[in-house]
């Protein structure tokens, strides 16, 4: 994806607009940069935007964290240039190879795939968010404790350890 560019900044971290929707909100009368609800809604807690409370998805970055707010509530709301990061679409993954000749660079589409995997050493379940053609691991979710047939088919090789590395959370590249 490529985006539109004033002189060597990108354009959406040029948007020094409040990310406001004003289907929810509106500016403050007297408080520069704050915002007032004007029906009850959701913030998403990564980008800031406003939307219905029967939405669990913020329809802006994706995000699933959110704080409810109700009618005639004051809301932070941050700008536009500050989150356009969570608004933008990770279309490569970040497990790249340089040609140290060339110095050409390989890399492939992200397409992320979820794999159930169970730590034995702790006994914790999680389901891994890992690129389909690489195996980096870009994230975990659903922690717990894993059940005994769970642990049963980690021992019998039908469900995966834990990636050793992780790209999204500090461990290093791909298994």
């Not at 990108?10 to 289907?23: F, G, I, K, Q, Y």
Request: glycine share 8%; proline share 6%.
């Amino acid at each position: 994806m490529s985006y539109q560019r004033q002189g060597t900044v990108p354009a959406d971290l040029a948007n020094e607009s409040v990310n406001r929707n004003s289907d929810f909100t509106k500016a403050h009368p007297s408080i520069k940069g704050a915002s007032i609800s004007i029906v009850p809604g959701r913030k998403c807690l990564g980008c800031g935007w406003q939307y219905d409370r029967e939405q669990t998805m913020c329809p802006d970055c994706g995000s699933t964290s959110f704080r409810d707010f109700e009618e005639n509530e004051l809301v932070s709301i941050p700008l536009r240039s500050q989150t356009a990061h969570l608004r933008r679409k990770v279309e490569y993954c970040w497990n790249i190879k340089v040609d140290p000749i060339s110095e050409d660079v390989v890399r492939h589409t992200l397409e992320i795939v979820d794999v159930p995997t169970v730590n034995g050493g702790n006994q914790e379940f999680h389901v891994e968010h890992r690129c389909k053609v690489c195996a980096a691991c870009y994230g975990r979710s659903e922690g717990r404790t894993a059940t005994p047939d769970e642990l049963l088919q980690l021992e019998a090789g039908k469900i995966s350890a834990p990636s050793p590395k992780s790209r999204m959370m500090g461990t290093g590249g791909a298994p």
